[in-house]
């Protein structure tokens, strides 16, 4: 089973990605946390997206549909969750290019449904926790980022939920619930 979550900064894609992981054997495939990967490597690649990334604006098309065309050539296991891949209708189109070059398809498209007020304090929330626990914040994982990620959010990544509603994968869940609740709402959408 190939699915994909999609939902605005905050909506709860990476924490539900990593359930499933857990419950069904999937593999995750985050573009937000291979990007991060990148940034610390201090490769080219890195060094490209990282001012991209702090500022909150999405990077190329290219260089993500790049990293998800390796991964998709690896072990399979349980099926792939996509975690905030695509954002883009290109980067979806994409996606069905390369699934069909493996011989996969996609099962589900699940949008997590979050209002703004409630994302912009789970992201402010999240950033104080990591400094109490003696780290560091990410560098968008501020207000100002913030902002910039939901407009991107509005203006490139919502336009899918028409795409993919009219190829009758689409399916919501309410992102505003407990992260268990969540959960099996998922649960239910996938069977
Ligand atoms: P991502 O890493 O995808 O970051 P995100 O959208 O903030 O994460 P997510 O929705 O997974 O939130 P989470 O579960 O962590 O992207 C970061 C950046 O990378 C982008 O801005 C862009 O620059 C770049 N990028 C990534 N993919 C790209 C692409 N395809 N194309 C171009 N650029 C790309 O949850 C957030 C918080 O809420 C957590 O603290 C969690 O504990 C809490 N939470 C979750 N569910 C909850 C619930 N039900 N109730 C209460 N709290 C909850």
Redesign the pocket.
């Known amino acids: 089973m190939n699915i994909i979550?999609l939902?605005?900064?905050?909506?709860?894609?990476?924490?539900?990605?990593?359930r499933l992981v857990e419950s069904r054997e999937m593999i995750q495939l985050?573009?937000?946390?291979?990007?991060?990967e990148a940034k610390t490597s201090g490769t080219e690649m890195g060094k490209i997206?990282a001012d991209?990334?702090?500022?909150?604006?999405?990077?190329?098309?290219e260089?993500?549909i790049g990293l998800?065309r390796e991964k998709l050539e690896g072990d399979k296991k349980g099926g792939f969750i996509f975690?905030?891949?695509?954002?883009?209708l290109a980067?979806a189109d994409a996606l069905a290019e390369l699934l069909a070059d493996v011989g996969e398809s996609l099962d589900a498209v699940i949008e997590?449904k979050?209002d703004d007020d409630?994302?912009v304090g789970?992201?402010v929330?999240?950033a104080k926790?990591a400094v109490a626990a003696g780290g560091t914040a990410?560098a968008?994982?501020n207000e100002e980022?913030l902002k910039?990620?939901l407009m991107?959010?509005y203006k490139q990544t919502s336009p899918l939920i028409g795409y993919y509603h009219a190829k009758g994968s689409l399916s919501a869940v309410d992102?505003?619930?407990?992260?268990d609740?969540?959960e099996a709402s998922i649960g239910n959408v996938l069977g």
């Open positions: 979550l939902g605005p900064p905050g909506a709860g894609k990476g924490t539900q990605a990593g985050s573009t937000g946390d291979m990007l991060r997206v991209v990334m702090d500022r909150g604006e999405l990077v190329t098309d260089i993500v998800i975690d905030g891949f695509p954002r883009t980067q997590m979050v409630v994302l789970r992201i929330n999240r926790e990410r968008d994982d980022s910039v990620r991107a959010y992102g505003l619930a407990s992260m609740e969540v």
